[in-house]
């Protein structure tokens, strides 16, 4: 829950932000609304990328030390 309310402050300053730098002409609640969705949007999603990767990744590792494991073990019997 506190996630996303940062998520909240930080997009109304982002969309503030982001309105001026892009010439947008916005009064300040849309300004506000379009920077909160798109942090929102863009928190969500990066979560998602970050908690499917950290699986593919850990599944990578695990198989890679299994190979090592497997290797010492051919190693150790000759």
């Given amino acids: 829950m506190a996630a996303v309310l940062l998520l909240v402050v930080i997009g109304a300053?982002?969309?503030l932000l982001a309105t001026r730098l892009m010439g947008m002409d916005a009064?300040?609640?849309t300004a506000?609304?379009?920077g909160i969705v798109g942090a929102l949007v863009g928190?969500?999603?990066l979560r998602l990328v970050v908690t499917v990767g950290g699986c593919a990744i850990t599944f990578v590792l695990a198989v890679l030390g299994a190979m090592v494991l497997i290797w010492l073990w051919?190693?150790?019997k000759r």
Wanted: charged share 5%.
């Fill in 13 to 15: 300053a982002a969309g």
């Fill in 27 to 29: 009064d300040l609640p």
């Fill in 32 to 34: 506000m609304l379009i």
């Fill in 43 to 45: 928190g969500f999603a």
């Fill in 74 to 76: 051919q190693q150790v």
